[in-house]
């Protein structure tokens, strides 16, 4: 009775990328009529793959953390993650290096890492590298429940919930202070500095700009990093399969060029075809600043506000290949550092352009820790990325800069002791050019607003927008992106939309324990 009544309440979501597919299935599991609607021909949105011959690289996320987010959206549905998505723990979480004299492993296992590290840089930095940790568990053992999974957090919020004792303990998590100078307390090796700096860039930020507090990403990791089988595309595609099997409809290639609104209430979209669609409410994936910039329509730009060019989180170069190597042993996760790590990140966000030298991430996708599975002719699957700044709607990225930008990766590459010969025709870039074409309005930035300042994180917008019935979701939106946090919010957006309505309607329901 119950469901028959909830039924006749249709929710609209805009948007198959992940946030989208995890609040359809959210909203499925409690009986809720749903449709997405999703203007590419797949599911995945950012986790998509691109075709190199017979194979399917992995050109969107590739590092996949916090398991725990899927297994709680599964059991929600009364199904087992581990049923549909089979994933493979990594020993070495990624393979670092600086020139060609070696590497540094970070492990699962923090005494391996810190051994490494004791081999590499010293006991005392070992030790150092120890309290790091125990710090980052505890900035996000305190930050998990209050901001994580909270729907909308403030800074007096997480100051009520963490008391007075944890208004003490703030300063030791140090929102204040920029990752790069915390580190600097750490660490005394540069290049330890360096690693750990990286971890902004998950964000799409500085570690010259971020707050301390994102070194909480650096534990996420150190509590697994797993590979899936398939690809990381199996993940988009189980989502997409359980939400179809909990009734949701999943309407590919049509794109949503209105959310309408009747009566200062999101009522339905209109589609590029004409075709009107009629909702009680809508959830919209797709970037903030899409609907704040008006790709939704002028009345539902009140909704959000858009990220100013200035504001703009990291975009990116890549290149997918099928190609051999030779010389540097790869992992499945690689990092080979830039030697100006100021000038890497002053190119970039001061100066709009893409680096001299930048830091270059390799996904070795046939191989797991020690293991290499290689195609024939000992050719391998590669994601190789370097950051860039978000100027896709403003400069054209034409094949000879792209080709400019891969001698300068692959030449960072060479240093560190990895040659890489690649065919050109077996080798597809994508630029901020592209990215903005799949993302429209961000310029490519890929992680919606940078986490630059200290109040940045509480910039994000929460899943509730001004206009009622209208819901936000997806990396643009808190907590954030990356594809455990894009679910996260995801789970908000449906569990804030259900609330909701259920005040609206008089139902009385017990909360999904589950859902944050
Ligand atoms: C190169 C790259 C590497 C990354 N690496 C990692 C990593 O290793 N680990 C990690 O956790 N995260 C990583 N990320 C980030 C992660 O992929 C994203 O944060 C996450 O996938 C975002 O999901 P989403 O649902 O918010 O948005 P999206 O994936 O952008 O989905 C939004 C969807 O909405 C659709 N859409 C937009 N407008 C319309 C419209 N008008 N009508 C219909 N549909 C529309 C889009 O086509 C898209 O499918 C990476 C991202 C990139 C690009």
Same mark, same amino acid.
């Given at each position: 009775?119950?469901?028959?009544?909830?039924?006749?309440?249709?929710?609209?979501?805009?948007?198959?990328? *992940?946030?989208?597919?995890?609040?359809?299935?959210?909203? +499925?599991?409690?009986?809720?009529? $749903? =449709?997405?609607?999703?203007?590419?021909?797949?599911?995945? %949105?950012?986790?998509?793959?691109?075709?190199?011959?017979?194979?399917?690289?992995?050109?969107?996320?590739?590092?996949?953390?916090?398991?725990?987010?899927?297994?709680?959206?599964?059991? !929600?549905?009364?199904?087992?993650?581990?049923?549909?998505?089979?994933?493979?723990?990594?020993?070495?979480?990624?393979?670092?290096?600086?020139?060609?004299?070696?590497?540094?492993?970070?492990?699962?296992?923090?005494?391996?890492?810190?051994?490494? *590290?004791?081999?590499?840089?010293?006991?005392?930095?070992?030790?150092?590298?120890?309290?790091?940790? +125990?710090?980052?568990?505890?900035?996000?053992?305190?930050?998990?429940?209050?901001?994580?999974?909270?729907?909308?957090?403030?800074?007096?919020?997480? *100051?009520?919930?963490?008391?007075?004792?944890?208004?003490?303990?703030?300063?030791? *998590?140090?929102?204040?202070?920029?990752?790069?100078?915390?580190?600097?307390?750490?660490?005394?090796?540069?290049?330890?500095?360096?690693?750990?700096?990286?971890? !902004? @860039?998950?964000?799409?930020?500085?570690?010259?700009?971020?707050?301390?507090?994102?070194?909480?990403?650096?534990?996420?990791?150190?509590?697994?990093?797993?590979?899936? /089988?398939?690809?990381?595309?199996?993940?988009?595609?189980? &989502?997409?399969?359980?939400?179809?099997?909990?009734?949701?409809?999943?309407?590919?290639?049509? /794109?949503?060029?209105?959310?309408?609104?009747? %009566?200062?209430?999101?009522?339905? $979209?209109?589609?590029?075809?004409?075709?009107?669609?009629?909702?009680?409410?809508?959830?919209?994936?797709?970037?903030?600043?899409?609907?704040?910039?008006?790709?939704?329509?002028?009345?539902?730009?009140?909704?959000?506000?858009?990220?100013?060019?200035?504001?703009?989180?990291?975009?990116?170069? @890549?290149?997918?290949?099928?190609?051999?190597?030779?010389?540097?042993? &790869?992992?499945?996760?690689?990092?080979?550092?830039?030697?100006?790590?100021?000038? /890497?990140?002053?190119?970039?966000?001061?100066?709009?352009?893409?680096?001299?030298?930048?830091?270059?991430?390799?996904?070795?996708?046939?191989?797991?820790?020690?293991?290499?599975?290689?195609?024939?002719?000992?050719?391998?699957?590669?994601?190789?990325?370097?950051?860039?700044?978000?100027?896709?709607?403003?400069?054209?990225?034409?094949?000879?800069?792209?080709?400019?930008?891969?001698?300068?990766?692959? !030449?960072? &590459?060479?240093?560190?002791?990895?040659?890489?010969?690649?065919?050109?025709?077996? =080798?597809?870039?994508?630029?901020?050019?592209?990215?903005?074409?799949?993302?429209?309005?961000?310029?490519?930035?890929?992680?919606?607003?940078?986490?630059?300042?200290?109040?940045?994180?509480?910039?994000?917008?929460?899943?509730?927008?001004?206009?009622?019935? &209208?819901?936000?979701?997806?990396?643009?939106?808190?907590?954030?992106?990356?594809?455990?946090?894009?679910?996260?919010?995801?789970?908000? !957006?449906?569990?804030?939309?259900?609330?909701?309505?259920?005040?609206?309607? %008089?139902?009385?329901?017990?909360?999904?324990?589950?859902?944050?």
């Amino acid at each position: 009775m119950l469901n028959r009544r909830i039924a006749e309440d249709q929710a609209v979501i805009v948007g198959a990328g *992940i946030s989208g597919l995890t609040a359809a299935i959210a909203l +499925a599991s409690r009986g809720l009529a $749903v =449709t997405v609607l999703e203007r590419a021909a797949q599911p995945g %949105g950012k986790m998509r793959t691109v075709p190199i011959g017979a194979s399917q690289i992995d050109s969107g996320p590739t590092v996949f953390t916090m398991r725990w987010v899927f297994e709680e959206l599964f059991a !929600a549905a009364n199904r087992n993650f581990s049923d549909h998505v089979k994933l493979r723990p990594l020993d070495v979480l990624a393979r670092h290096a600086w020139d060609d004299s070696g590497h540094l492993d970070l492990f699962a296992d923090e005494a391996r890492s810190a051994d490494a *590290i004791g081999a590499f840089a010293g006991a005392a930095e070992a030790a150092r590298f120890r309290q790091f940790c +125990a710090d980052a568990r505890e900035t996000y053992r305190r930050l998990e429940r209050p901001f994580l999974r909270s729907a909308k957090p403030s800074l007096p919020g997480l *100051i009520i919930s963490s008391g007075w004792r944890g208004l003490l303990q703030l300063p030791k *998590i140090r929102p204040f202070t920029t990752m790069w100078n915390a580190l600097g307390d750490y660490f005394h090796d540069p290049r330890m500095r360096q690693l750990f700096g990286r971890y !902004a @860039t998950y964000c799409g930020s500085s570690p010259y700009m971020a707050p301390a507090t994102l070194m909480l990403v650096a534990h996420v990791e150190q509590e697994g990093v797993w590979v899936i /089988e398939g690809g990381m595309h199996q993940l988009a595609t189980a &989502l997409a399969d359980c939400a179809i099997a909990l009734g949701v409809q999943i309407r590919y290639e049509q /794109e949503v060029r209105e959310v309408t609104i009747a %009566g200062g209430r999101a009522n339905g $979209v209109t589609l590029s075809s004409g075709e009107h669609m009629a909702a009680s409410n809508v959830i919209v994936s797709a970037d903030v600043t899409a609907l704040g910039s008006g790709l939704f329509g002028a009345d539902a730009a009140r909704a959000a506000v858009p990220v100013k060019l200035n504001e703009r989180s990291l975009s990116a170069v @890549t290149w997918s290949l099928v190609a051999r190597t030779s010389g540097f042993p &790869l992992s499945r996760h690689n990092v080979f550092f830039s030697r100006d790590y100021a000038a /890497e990140f002053d190119d970039i966000f001061n100066k709009g352009a893409v680096p001299d030298e930048p830091t270059v991430y390799v996904c070795a996708q046939d191989r797991a820790d020690n293991e290499a599975t290689l195609l024939r002719d000992d050719a391998e699957e590669l994601l190789v990325l370097i950051n860039a700044p978000a100027v896709g709607d403003r400069y054209p990225f034409g094949p000879a800069q792209v080709e400019r930008y891969a001698e300068r990766a692959f !030449a960072v &590459l060479q240093r560190c002791g990895l040659t890489v010969t690649h065919d050109p025709q077996a =080798t597809v870039a994508t630029t901020p050019n592209d990215f903005h074409r799949m993302f429209p309005a961000t310029g490519g930035a890929l992680y919606g607003r940078a986490s630059h300042g200290w109040t940045a994180s509480f910039r994000r917008p929460g899943a509730r927008t001004k206009i009622p019935g &209208l819901y936000v979701a997806g990396g643009s939106t808190h907590p954030g992106p990356g594809v455990p946090m894009a679910a996260l919010s995801g789970r908000s !957006a449906a569990a804030s939309l259900y609330d909701d309505l259920a005040e609206m309607r %008089g139902w009385k329901q017990a909360r999904d324990p589950a859902t944050p």
